[in-house]
T-cell receptor
Framework: GAVVSQHPSRVICKSGTSVKIECRSL??????MFWYRQFPKQSLMLMAT?????????EQGVEKDKFLINHASLTLSTLTVTSAHPEDSSFYIC?????????????FGQGTRLTVV | GENVEQHPSTLSVQEGDSAVIKCTYS??????FPWYKQELGKRPQLIID?????GEKKDQRIAVTLNKTAKHFSLHITETQPEDSAVYFC???????????FGKGNQVVVIP
């Protein structure tokens, strides 16, 4: 299957600082990428849809000024958690959909474990 | 938009028995239904998928069935093994926005 690479896999940062997470589709072009947040033993919560060359679409309740998304190319989307606080500690995971007739397979990055201290 | 419900939330089975997870969806126009397996601390991995022009698909010990009339699809795991223990997510592709809607996940525990 296709490969989606997410970096870093783990990050610890101090309260008030910003953290950037990268999501790359390595062997296909992804016009759309998705960012999720996952709490322990819970499902994937969609935060936003990242569209190449345009503004991201945020889900209700997700602060766009806090979670900045940039999709500068067909293979790269970034999520920046600004002014991080301990409650932002979570597992963040991206996915890219590879379209095709009758379906759109989603491939996930390996996720980023963010800990804000 | 599409709404996907997944049941049960937790399922414990004895090793060797079968496990069945059922999902329902709301958008009759949805045409693609993948299943993902997520092991602890790892990314979800696609394990099987089915498209709306097919009623059943099988791959070794796993199979998926789709009932378009009732708008539900199920994952069947036969001869379960301890390595099948994981969280399983179903999803449906909404034709309207080309976005996958995920169920809440099902924790499957295979008891040796």
């Amino acid at each position: 299957g296709a490969v989606v690479s997410q970096h870093p896999s783990r990050v610890i940062c101090k309260s008030g600082t910003s953290v950037k997470i990268e999501c790359r589709s390595l062997d296909f072009q992804a016009t759309t990428m998705f960012w999720y947040r996952q709490f322990p033993k819970q499902s994937l919560m969609l935060m936003a849809t990242s569209n190449e060359g345009s503004k991201a679409t945020y889900e209700q309740g997700v602060e766009k000024d806090k979670f900045l998304i940039n999709h500068a190319s067909l293979t790269l989307s970034t999520l920046t958690v600004t002014s991080a606080h301990p409650e932002d500690s979570s597992f963040y995971i991206c996915s890219a959909q590879r379209g095709g007739p009758g379906g759109a397979e989603a491939f996930f990055g390996q996720g980023t474990r963010l800990t804000v201290v | 938009g599409e709404n996907v419900e997944q049941h049960p939330s937790t399922l414990s089975v004895q090793e060797g028995d079968s496990a069945v997870i059922k999902c329902t969806y709301s958008d009759s126009a949805s045409n693609y239904f993948p299943w993902y397996k997520q092991e602890l601390g790892k990314r979800p991995q696609l394990i099987i998928d089915i498209r709306s022009n097919v009623g059943e698909k099988k791959d070794q010990r796993i199979a998926v069935t789709l009932n378009k009339t009732a708008k539900h699809f199920s994952l069947h795991i036969t001869e379960t093994q301890p390595e099948d223990s994981a969280v399983y997510f179903c999803a449906a592709l909404s034709g309207g926005n080309n976005r996958l809607a995920f169920g809440k996940g099902n924790q499957v525990v295979v008891i040796p």
